[in-house]
């Protein structure tokens, strides 16, 4: 059977059939160019001798084992490339499986249909039929309560749910008092009056607010979050009726980020409420039916559900909400600020038509204060933090190169209408090395 090793793969490929890996001399994460020495898995890749790539390590292979040869090399990486055709074994330091590898998928093609002899007969419509079946074997005639938060993820979940089992199902809206601006009023009028699927709306701000009154730790919070996330849905059972059964929207990129999947060598970035939060005693059954897809590929599943694409494409919306775009302690002062700050971010994003050219936009109130002028008079505020990313599915991002007029037009409106901002930067980091939330 041919192999593919990305990354890690390559590496421990190269180190069990006795070649060698070793700490890099430079590390590199983000955007590299490779030099393609041969062809066959790198066929239609770049112009023939040089491909654009994306790099996420600090170890590389040293030497290869017998029987291999390179076949595609960057200035820090002299094995970018590696393959043993004889035994179908092939090995690449980079990430073809990501967007900003921009003709990786070619790569990836080549080695599925061409090395390894697949057939392409694979279909959303048809996985769309086959979710829908293993969800009414697993849950058979036993009721499902489904959180919702109006973002893709879930409203996806809803749906699929909703074709499987029918009346079994029952959404759940936590508010927390950490969503964005009128958010609340928009989840609850698309799960009644769009998808008529009856919904439980349960208003916890006070109590999320109080558990997480002084606490700064980014990882306290989201676990805090996901425990009084399921105390909240103990509650909301009893409104909607017995229920062994609690449905989410994890997603892969969730589980990567959290735990290490198969119990391989990936570390914890950082725990995502419904992955790493959830209290061991849960009281609940749980169903992920999204669980092994990217973001990308669940917008393609809600398509084939029939959701609104207004809906398909509304940017990601993190479970933990605001409270990770607040570093420091969450005050309700500091959660009026960031929705207003944000809701004029978004606001002239979808004006000047560019909402749909970034993957995810948002806002970040930073525990920093800075002295500014304002007429006459001296202020100390806040400094607000703009986030714009292009990604397809969120395991990699870019920073959007927005212009700067409308960067500065958008700052100058916020320092103007928020009271508690003087002051706005604009955040570039790549995902790697940083990763798209702040926290």
Known sequence: VPVLGICYGQQTMCAQLGGSVAPSDKREFGRAFIRTEKANLLAGMGDGSRAEVWMSHGDSVKTLPAGFETIAASDSCPHAAVANPARGLYGVQF?????????????????????AQCKADWSMAHFRDEIIASLRAQ?????????????????????????????????????????????????VALFRDHFNVPLVHENAEDLFLSRLAGVTDPEEKRKIIGKTFIDVFEDAKKKAGPA???????????????????????????????????????????????????????????????????????????????????????????????????????????????????WQAFAVLLPVKTVGVMGDGRTYDHVLALRAVTSIDGMTADYAPLPHDFLGHVATRIVNEVRGINRVVYDITSKPPGTIEWE
């Not at 849950?139 to 909703?162: K, M, N, W």
């Not at 809906?311 to 605001?322: Q, T």
């Not at 500091?334 to 050219?357: M, N, P, Q, S, T």
């Open 95 to 115: 990430h073809p499986e990501v967007a900003h590898t921009p003709e990786g998928a070619k790569l990836l093609r080549n080695f599925v249909i061409d090395i």
């Open 139 to 187: 849950v058979g005639t036993g009721r499902v309560i489904c959180g919702v938060s109006g973002g893709v993820d879930s409203t996806v979940v809803a749906a699929l749910l909703h074709a499987a089992i029918g009346e079994q199902l029952t959404c759940v809206f936590v508010d927390t008092g950490l969503m964005r601006q009128n958010e609340a009023a928009e989840v």
């Open 244 to 358: 062994e059964f609690l449905a989410q929207g994890t997603l892969y990129p969730d589980v990567i980020e959290s735990v290490s999947f198969s119990g391989g060598p990936s570390v914890t970035i950082k725990s995502h409420h419904n992955v790493g939060g959830l209290p061991e005693d849960l009281q609940f059954k749980l169903v992920e039916p999204l669980r092994m897809l990217f973001k990308d590929e669940v917008r393609a599943l809600g398509r084939a559900l029939g959701v609104p694409e207004k809906f398909i494409e509304r940017h990601p919306f993190p479970g933990p909400g605001l409270a990770i775009r607040i570093p420091g302690d969450i005050t309700r002062e500091k959660l009026d600020i960031l929705r207003a700050a944000d809701a004029i971010f978004i606001g002239e994003l979808h004006d000047k038509k560019l909402y749909r050219e970034t």
